[in-house]
């Protein structure tokens, strides 16, 4: 049996994608290693699912690029010794290193040397990262670091995984050989997702109601305050309507204040945090999924989790007009508006609420654009990557065996 490491600065157990990685490299018949940061009041190792998790007690406080760094290069130099220490009994085929840092790719530079083959996920795309949370330009010196990094990063990489094909198109015009690139996305673990049991709390959809609803953080990022001011200029045209915001995070209370400024008080809903498992059985409950994240330079290439779970969900998406999320689905398929505009949001959510045969044309749109990229096929794609890789074929050889292949057909 083949052993893979999967290197994470993060609590393994709250990284969908790691755990969608790890979880399916068991179920294909590996032995899989992660090595993580320790939950809190965690253990130092433990299995989940399957998987055997290492773990460091470090914390992720961030805040200042100083402690980002301080904590990038501690987690760093714990993965450099104790990577290569299990390296020796656990005989890794592969290990697949996810950012961020994209220089933790370099962490394992002994298992390498003892074998190993290296993936960098590259989980962000690092410089437009940090330009828009410090509000940085190009030119800053901290960026052009970054940069550099990243450049560094995915050369010494026998293979990289990228999130979207925009982001792998921003990657390659910085430097990255496409040859050696693979697009894993996001998507939902469609057999889990649909697996969650039904809360009694979110059991019964109210055809009385037109409810829209935000499930995650709650950060300014993700232009909920925009979504509030939107429900506060048409509320009057939409009897019934009301937003659910589910989770937690450092806007909560400003939302709050501000639902209740503009007489929202009884259509704004901060349910606050609902357990992962719950999240269908609320969504059940709701007309149409709501993403109305701000866009910047960063985020105009997310692609985030949400959106696939409102699509299998069989929901509306009224979701901003980004990038990466317009490059795979058309206006036929969600409902978009124009960023950072709460007019432009709240004329698609007057739309929505007054047709409901454009709702339903949308999901059905929605589900057919979302087939090519549904989990069953990134699993799929990802899997056949560590095999290639076990099996000794890099990017140079797969063009060869495709070109030969092609021959004889």
């Not at 090595?35 to 200042?64: C, I, M, Q």
């Not at 410089?127 to 970054?146: C, D, H, Q, W």
């Not at 995070?249 to 639902?259: K, P, V």
């Not at 076990?390 to 057909?409: F, H, M, T, W, Y």
Request: aromatic share 10%; net charge neutral; hydrophobic share 45%.
């Amino acid at each position: 049996m083949n052993s893979i490491a999967l290197v994470v600065q993060n609590v393994y157990d709250f990284d969908p994608r790691v755990r969608r990685k790890a979880e399916a490299l068991v179920a294909a018949g590996y032995s899989v290693d992660v090595f993580a940061l320790r939950p809190e009041n965690g253990d130092k190792a433990y299995t989940l699912n399957g998987v055997n998790v290492h773990t460091v007690s470090l914390g992720k406080k961030r805040g200042s690029l100083f402690r980002y760094f301080f904590e990038y290069f501690t987690f760093f130099w714990w993965t450099f010794f104790r990577v290569p220490v299990a390296m020796l009994s656990r005989r890794y085929a592969v290990i697949d290193v996810n950012s961020l840092p994209d220089f933790l790719v370099f962490a394992p530079v002994l298992a390498r040397m003892m074998g190993a083959r290296l993936i960098l996920d590259l989980h962000e795309i690092t410089p437009e990262f940090y330009m828009s949370k410090y509000g940085i330009g190009t030119n800053a010196f901290s960026i052009r670091l970054v940069t550099f990094l990243e450049k560094i990063s995915v050369r010494f990489a026998d293979r990289v995984l990228t999130i979207n094909t925009p982001i792998e198109d921003l990657l390659v015009s910085r430097g990255l050989d496409r040859s050696k690139s693979t697009v894993v996305m996001n998507a939902v673990d469609e057999a889990r997702f649909a697996a969650s049991p039904q809360s009694v709390a979110a059991a019964e959809h109210d055809p009385k109601k037109f409810v829209m609803v935000y499930h995650g953080t709650l950060t300014s990022i993700y232009g909920l305050d925009i979504a509030v001011e939107a429900l506060a200029l048409s509320h009057q045209e939409m009897p019934g309507a009301e937003l659910w915001i589910l989770g937690s995070g450092s806007e909560r209370h400003q939302l709050s204040d501000l639902a209740q400024a503009r007489g929202l008080s009884d259509k704004v809903k901060l349910v606050g945090q609902v357990p992962a498992a719950e999240i269908p059985s609320w969504l059940s409950r709701c007309d149409v999924g709501i993403l109305p994240i701000r866009r910047d330079v960063f985020l105009d290439f997310a692609f985030p989790n949400k959106l696939p779970e409102f699509i299998i969900a069989g929901k509306t998406v009224l979701v901003s007009r980004l990038k990466a999320i317009r490059y795979y689905f058309s206006e036929e398929a969600l409902a978009y508006a124009e960023p950072n505009d709460p007019a432009a949001l709240a004329a698609q959510m007057v739309r929505l609420y007054h047709d409901p045969a454009l709702r339903d044309r949308l999901v059905r749109k929605a589900k057919e654009e979302y087939e090519p990229i549904r989990w069953d096929v990134m699993k799929a794609r990802y899997l056949t990557l560590v095999g290639e890789l076990i099996a000794g074929r890099l990017p140079d050889e797969n063009r060869q065996q495709a070109s030969a292949e092609g021959v004889k057909s």
